[in-house]
C-alpha cells in the first residue's frame, strides 16, 4: 500500500506492474491473510498500526479478485482501468502533431507488440497491455534466474523505452502540464 501510492504518484507503469505483482502474492499465499501477514507483512519494517492497515489494503484486493473472478488469472478492474487511461493517452497522443517523439517510440515498438501478439495467439489484447504482459513475464524470468535471448532484451528495452515515455506522457497529463493540441 505504501509502494503502491508512491509509485502511482511516481510512474503509473511501474505502479501497474506492482500491482500485478501484489495480485500474484495474493494468489501465491491463496488469498489468505494470515499467510500474507506472515510471509509478507511481517518483513516490513513499520508499527503494527501501519502493518494492520496495509492488511485491510491486502484484504480489499483479495476480495476484489474474488468478486471479479480473478482468483486464477488476470487483473482486477482497478488495475484494467489503468490499461484504458494509458490506451486513451496513447491514442490523443498518436493524433498530436507535436508528439513526434512519442509517435517515433511506438512506431519502433510496434513490431516488437506485433511479434508478441502472434507468438501469444491473443490478437484481441489491446497493444499496451501487451508492452505490461512482455515486462511482467520479463521480470519474472529475471527473477527466477532464467536466460534471456539478446533478441528478447532488445524487444525488452524498447518496449520499456517506449512505456518510460508513456509513463512520463500520462504524469505530464495529471499535472496538467501536457500540450493539448491536435
Request: charged letters at 25%; one cysteine or more; a negative charge.
Amino acid at each position: 500500500m505504501i509502494v503502491a501510492k508512491q509509485k502511482r504518484k511516481e510512474n503509473i507503469v511501474e505502479y501497474l506492474l506492482y500491482m500485478w505483482q501484489i495480485e500474484d502474492l495474493i494468489r501465491a499465499n491463496n488469498f489468505n491473510s494470515e499467510l500474507i501477514s506472515k510471509n509478507i507483512l511481517s518483513k516490513y519494517d513499520q508499527p503494527e498500526s501501519v502493518k494492520r492497515e496495509i492488511l485491510v489494503w491486502y484484504e480489499e484486493l483479495i476480495e476484489m479478485m474474488k468478486q471479479e473472478g480473478v482468483t486464477e488469472k488476470g487483473h482486477i478492474q482497478l488495475n484494467r482501468n489503468i490499461i484504458i487511461t494509458l490506451t486513451d493517452l496513447h491514442l490523443r497522443l498518436l493524433k498530436t502533431q507535436d508528439e513526434m517523439v512519442y509517435a517515433a517510440a511506438y512506431y519502433k515498438t510496434l513490431p516488437y507488440i506485433v511479434e508478441l501478439r502472434t507468438k501469444s495467439g491473443s490478437q484481441e489484447t489491446p497493444e499496451l497491455e501487451t508492452c505490461f504482459t512482455a515486462i511482467y513475464g520479463f521480470l519474472l524470468l529475471r527473477m527466477q534466474g532464467r536466460e534471456i535471448s539478446a533478441e528478447t532484451m532488445d524487444g525488452i528495452k524498447q518496449i520499456s523505452s517506449f512505456l518510460a515515455i508513456l509513463a512520463e506522457k500520462y504524469r505530464q497529463d495529471m499535472n496538467g502540464e501536457l500540450k493539448q493540441t491536435d
